[in-house]
């Protein structure tokens, strides 16, 4: 039975921890407290004392979960935690000579779906990942709370997120704030999600799927402030696409600035659009 997405409070950002995201960057405060407050979007850090990329679980494997009951399974999938990972790991940094194994293949979207958001990926991971990375995509860099709703609207089951509870709402809700703007956006402030490293974290069946999308995220407000934000979904396949299924959204992935030692040992990798 589908159940009603409860906002997550399993984030664990201070607002201290949210300025130290990107502090180091050295652009103006309100920039820094506003793309540091995306933290909020699946991020997860451990305690300041805990040393950087100190691993609390294991590494996240593409293995199926198996169970008598699907609706038990899913949960379990969705629910198993991910390796926790401190707050500068965020932030750019080393890019790694290490080998993260063969890039994640993303289809090509063969259509415009609702909400101006690409559609027409397969009924595959791979297929559900790009989904899940096209949605954010168009959520944030609609640049408005108006315009992420009307996404999630779209792209939800009944008992999935919604225009209420869908963390990339709460997200840009408090970076609006932080920026000083309001929820309509400003033409002074400009955001562009890339989505540049995954990993699928599990499947149910054929028509369930959580995927994890590790993005660069860059705001600019006269200057420009960059960091890593991640996201899980249950994605389900319903009809001839992928929506954002029923139940809480899943434990936070780490966020991890693209393509550094640390990205790779947590399980990521590359994506490449073919």
Same mark, same amino acid.
């Given at each position: +039975?589908?159940?009603? @997405? ?12 949210? *300025? ?16 540091? @407050?995306?933290?909020? $979007? ?10 950087? &990329? ?38 750019? &940094? ?17 259509? *415009?779906?609702?909400?101006? /958001?690409?559609?027409? $990926? ?29 996404? #999630? ?14 963390? !990339? /709402?709460?997200? +840009? ?7 000083? %703007?309001?929820?309509? &956006?400003?033409?002074?402030?400009? #955001? ?6 995954? =990993? ?9 799927? /959580?995927?994890? %999308?590790?993005?660069?995220?860059? !705001?600019? =407000?006269?200057?420009?402030?960059? &960091?890593? !934000? @991640?996201?899980?979904?249950? +994605? !389900? ?6 929506? #954002?299924?029923?139940? @809480? ?6 966020? %991890? ?8 040992? /947590?399980?990521?990798?590359? =994506?490449?659009?073919?």
């Amino acid at each position: +039975m589908a159940r009603q @997405a409860a906002r997550s409070t399993r984030t664990g950002w201070s607002r201290r921890r949210l *300025l130290a995201l990107l502090a180091a960057a050295g652009v103006s405060i309100v920039l820094v407290a506003g793309i540091a @407050a995306v933290g909020l $979007f699946r991020a997860v850090v451990t305690d300041s004392s805990s040393p950087t &990329g100190t691993s609390t679980e294991v590494r996240a494997t593409p293995e199926p979960a198996t169970a008598l009951d699907p609706e038990t399974a899913r949960d379990e999938l969705s629910n198993r935690p991910m390796l926790s990972v401190d707050a500068s790991a965020a932030r750019p &940094g080393p890019v790694s000579t290490l080998d993260p194994g063969p890039a994640i293949v993303l289809p090509a979207p063969t259509t *415009l779906g609702p909400a101006s /958001v690409p559609s027409g $990926f397969p009924a595959t991971p791979e297929g559900a990942l790009a989904q899940l990375a096209a949605i954010n995509q168009v959520a944030f860099e609609s640049g408005s709370l108006s315009g992420a709703r009307e996404v #999630i609207r779209a792209w939800a089951l009944p008992g999935g997120p919604s225009t209420t509870s869908w963390s !990339v /709402v709460h997200a +840009m809700a408090t970076l609006f704030d932080s920026a000083g %703007v309001s929820g309509g &956006g400003s033409a002074r402030l400009a #955001i562009v999600l890339t989505p540049l490293m995954g =990993l699928i974290k599990g499947t149910v069946g054929t028509d369930f799927v /959580v995927p994890c %999308v590790d993005f660069e995220l860059d !705001v600019t =407000l006269d200057q420009t402030a960059r &960091g890593a !934000v @991640a996201d899980c979904q249950r +994605m !389900v396949w319903s009809t001839d696409r992928w929506l #954002i299924g029923p139940g @809480a959204e899943p434990a936070q992935p780490p966020s %991890v600035w693209p393509d550094t030692d640390l990205a790779i040992s /947590v399980g990521y990798r590359d =994506l490449d659009r073919g």
